[in-house]
C-alpha cells in the first residue's frame, strides 16, 4: 500500500512537473527612464522610455525582475545579443495571446488591445511579427502604447484616433505603480521601434 501511494505521488509530482510553465528569461521591458540599469536600451526617439533586460520572478511582487549586473554577467550574453534573442521570445509569447478588437463609432475596427493579469504584454512591443500582424487592418505602419504592464494598445498611425484615449492612457500610466511608458511607439515590418508621440501631460 505504501509503495503504491509513493508511486502515485511520483507520477503527479512528474506531471507537476512537465505542465509547470518555464519562466521566461528573455524579457525586454518597456519602463520610464528613471528606472534605467547599465543594460537598459534606449529605443530610437525615446524620451521617457529606456528598454531593460527582465526575468520572470517566483519571489518579485510583479512576477518579473530587472537583472543586476551579476545575473546579468551569468548568462554570458551582451546586451545586444540579448535584445536579438528577446525579439524571438516575444514573437513566439506573440502567437500564445489573442487580442480584443475594438470597434468605433462608424463600426470599424478602431484599436485592439492585449491585456491580462500577466506583466508580459508591454514586452510585445519588440515582436517583428507585430506590425504585420496588423498591416491589413491598419496598414504598413502601427502606433503601440503601453501605460502599464498589463496592457499594449495597437492603433493605426492614426493621430485624431489616438487623441481620443489619450486621457486614459495618461490616467492608468500616472496611477500604475508598475508603468511601462508615456510615450507612442511607431512600428514598421523590418524596422526598430520609434517614439513619435507621448500622452503624458508635460513630458
Known sequence: ?????????????TLHAQTERKLETLLLMPEP???RSSYSIV?????QTVLTPYRESTVSPGGIEPYSQASFAKLGLSVETFAERAKTAADKRLTQMQP???KGEDGRIAYAVYRGESSLFPTLLIAPSLPKIYEELFGKEIWVAMP????LYVFPARPEIL?????????????????ASCEVFSLKAGEEPKVVATFAAGE
Not at 500500500?1 to 509530482?13: E, I, Y
Not at 529605443?43 to 524620451?47: D, L, W
Not at 502599464?148 to 496592457?151: C, I, L
Open 33 to 35: 527612464k528613471a528606472m
Open 163 to 179: 487623441q481620443e484615449f489619450t486621457g486614459d492612457l495618461a490616467e492608468r500610466y500616472a496611477e500604475d505603480a508598475f508603468a
Open 1 to 13: 500500500m505504501r509503495l503504491l501511494f509513493s508511486l502515485l505521488l511520483l507520477v503527479a509530482n
Open 100 to 102: 480584443e478588437l475594438k
Open 43 to 47: 529605443p530610437a526617439g525615446a524620451k
Open 148 to 151: 502599464d504592464r498589463h496592457a
